[in-house]
């Protein structure tokens, strides 16, 4: 896109990077679609992100006043390492996505993704530059391109945009899956003798999974990666889904906890809400479901009987029962109460006849006549019939 100069800001006494585009004879409409890019460049504020300061022209050269970073682009590092280990790479896709995101939300598209534009500065973290710029360069009206000119790296160019579309923010997000791809294997995933080859391999060639070419890699980091690279834009995670992928440690194929269980409720005792509906003949105590439902037992809160008036102490006291045995806690005094009554009963007959029946010795004492009668004996009131025929029987003996 141009030439990148170390300067020095005489107004704040800093260190800057100016980069000065290429091209030439900017007209009014250029200047004016790059004062917009610049400063839609300039509201992005993220510690991935290279900071714009200023823009303006110079000598018919547009220029931008940057953040200066202190360190070597990812280019840089491929140059001098073959590959990067998985660690690493995990980390850097992880910030670079974190960086593509802030733009992506204020709807900025970077265009150009590739290791050159990848800066690490002293600390090791990633800084991605020249937002913004890309779109700017590509458009015909700013005569810095030639017509039918794709702005972009045949190498890390994605489907969409070999095929002549309108570059989105998922054409970012297959960028920096080659830009991985290369990082893990030391070469890009589609490479050929010409760019025009190179474009075609991005739109009909699958990639090849990195395992299969001999890189220790996590399963799961093999196949995100390959998401990264889908041919159609739609199939692709988002920026912020990538960043969060990566910075929760998921490319370690790491199983994922198991949810805590919850036991349910029995069939039988269907929950009701505790402040909704009525309360019913016993009302569930509002505790959670795991302290309701413990070895069977339901923990209820005993209704107040009608004229009784509980004691303020026992009202939040819950009371434990088996869910099953209410109707049988009901017939329990019923059936104590029959029984007790019953017992009671037989002793009082018992007892009756024991103090009311007649002295039957009597009539068996010697010496003693029994009274003459002038006619058939009838029985005594509170003597049975029987006892008169066994009298007369013995007056015949």
Same mark, same amino acid.
């Given at each position: 896109?141009?030439?990148?100069?170390?300067? =020095? /800001?005489?107004?704040?006494?800093?260190?800057?990077?100016?980069?000065?585009?290429?091209?030439?004879?900017?007209?009014?409409?250029?200047?004016?679609?790059?004062?917009?890019?610049?400063?839609?460049?300039?509201?992005?504020?993220?510690?991935?992100? %290279?900071?714009?300061?200023?823009?303006?022209?110079?000598?018919?050269?547009?220029?931008?006043?940057? +953040?200066? %970073?202190?360190?070597?682009?990812?280019?840089?590092?491929?140059?001098?390492?073959?590959?990067?280990?998985?660690?690493? %790479?995990?980390?850097?896709?992880?910030?670079? =996505?974190?960086?593509?995101?802030?733009?992506?939300?204020?709807?900025?598209?970077?265009?150009?993704?590739?290791?050159?534009?990848?800066? *690490?500065?002293?600390?090791?973290?990633?800084?991605?530059?020249?937002?913004?710029?890309?779109?700017?360069?590509?458009?015909?009206?700013?005569?810095?391109?030639?017509?039918?000119?794709? %702005?972009?790296?045949?190498?890390?160019?994605?489907?969409?945009?070999?095929?002549?579309?309108?570059?989105?923010?998922?054409?970012?997000?297959?960028?920096?899956?080659?830009?991985?791809?290369?990082?893990?294997?030391?070469?890009?995933?589609?490479?050929?003798?010409?760019? &025009?080859?190179? *474009?075609?391999?991005?739109?009909?060639?699958?990639?090849?999974?990195?395992?299969?070419?001999?890189?220790?890699?996590?399963?799961?980091?093999?196949?995100? *990666?390959?998401?990264?690279?889908?041919?159609?834009?739609?199939?692709?995670?988002?920026?912020?889904?990538?960043?969060?992928?990566?910075?929760?440690?998921?490319?370690?194929?790491?199983?994922?906890?198991?949810?805590?269980?919850?036991?349910?409720?029995?069939?039988?005792?269907?929950?009701?809400?505790?402040?909704?509906?009525? !309360?019913?003949?016993?009302?569930?105590?509002?505790?959670?479901?795991? !302290?309701?439902?413990?070895?069977?037992?339901?923990?209820?809160? *005993?209704?107040?009987?009608?004229?009784?008036?509980?004691?303020?102490?026992?009202?939040?006291?819950?009371?434990?029962?088996?869910?099953?045995?209410?109707?049988?806690?009901?017939?329990?005094?019923?059936?104590?109460?029959?029984?007790?009554?019953?017992?009671?009963?037989?002793?009082?007959?018992?007892?009756?006849?024991?103090?009311?029946?007649? /002295?039957?010795?009597?009539? /068996?004492?010697?010496?003693?006549?029994?009274?003459?009668? &002038?006619?058939?004996?009838?029985?005594?009131?509170?003597?049975?019939?029987?006892?008169?025929?066994?009298?007369?029987?013995? +007056?015949?003996?």
């Amino acid at each position: 896109m141009g030439e990148v100069w170390r300067a =020095a /800001d005489e107004v704040l006494g800093r260190a800057v990077a100016v980069k000065l585009l290429l091209g030439g004879h900017a007209d009014e409409s250029a200047t004016a679609r790059f004062r917009l890019e610049a400063q839609t460049a300039a509201r992005l504020s993220h510690p991935h992100l %290279v900071a714009v300061f200023d823009f303006g022209a110079w000598e018919d050269r547009f220029y931008l006043v940057m +953040e200066l %970073v202190e360190g070597r682009s990812l280019g840089d590092l491929l140059a001098t390492e073959e590959r990067l280990g998985a660690e690493q %790479v995990a980390r850097i896709a992880g910030q670079a =996505a974190a960086g593509l995101a802030a733009a992506h939300r204020q709807g900025i598209v970077h265009r150009d993704i590739k290791p050159g534009n990848l800066m *690490l500065d002293a600390e090791g973290a990633v800084k991605i530059g020249d937002f913004g710029i890309a779109q700017f360069v590509d458009d015909p009206s700013a005569a810095l391109t030639t017509t039918g000119q794709i %702005v972009g790296t045949s190498l890390y160019l994605a489907p969409e945009r070999a095929l002549g579309r309108t570059a989105g923010a998922a054409s970012d997000m297959y960028s920096l899956g080659c830009v991985i791809y290369q990082l893990l294997l030391g070469e890009p995933p589609f490479r050929s003798d010409t760019a &025009t080859a190179t *474009l075609y391999q991005h739109v009909d060639t699958a990639p090849v999974p990195l395992r299969q070419r001999g890189v220790a890699l996590s399963p799961a980091f093999d196949s995100y *990666l390959l998401g990264l690279l889908a041919k159609q834009p739609e199939n692709r995670p988002s920026a912020e889904q990538v960043a969060d992928w990566f910075q929760n440690d998921a490319w370690r194929g790491q199983a994922a906890p198991m949810p805590m269980y919850a036991p349910t409720a029995p069939p039988a005792a269907p929950s009701v809400p505790y402040a909704s509906a009525p !309360a019913p003949a016993f009302r569930p105590s509002p505790t959670p479901a795991s !302290a309701q439902q413990a070895d069977g037992m339901t923990t209820y809160r *005993l209704p107040q009987a009608g004229g009784h008036r509980r004691r303020p102490a026992d009202r939040s006291a819950p009371v434990r029962r088996r869910t099953g045995a209410r109707e049988a806690i009901r017939r329990r005094p019923r059936v104590a109460s029959a029984i007790a009554g019953t017992v009671a009963f037989l002793a009082a007959v018992y007892l009756g006849m024991s103090l009311f029946s007649p /002295d039957s010795g009597s009539a /068996d004492t010697p010496g003693t006549e029994p009274p003459a009668s &002038t006619g058939p004996q009838s029985p005594a009131p509170d003597q049975p019939a029987q006892n008169s025929e066994d009298d007369g029987d013995d +007056e015949q003996d």
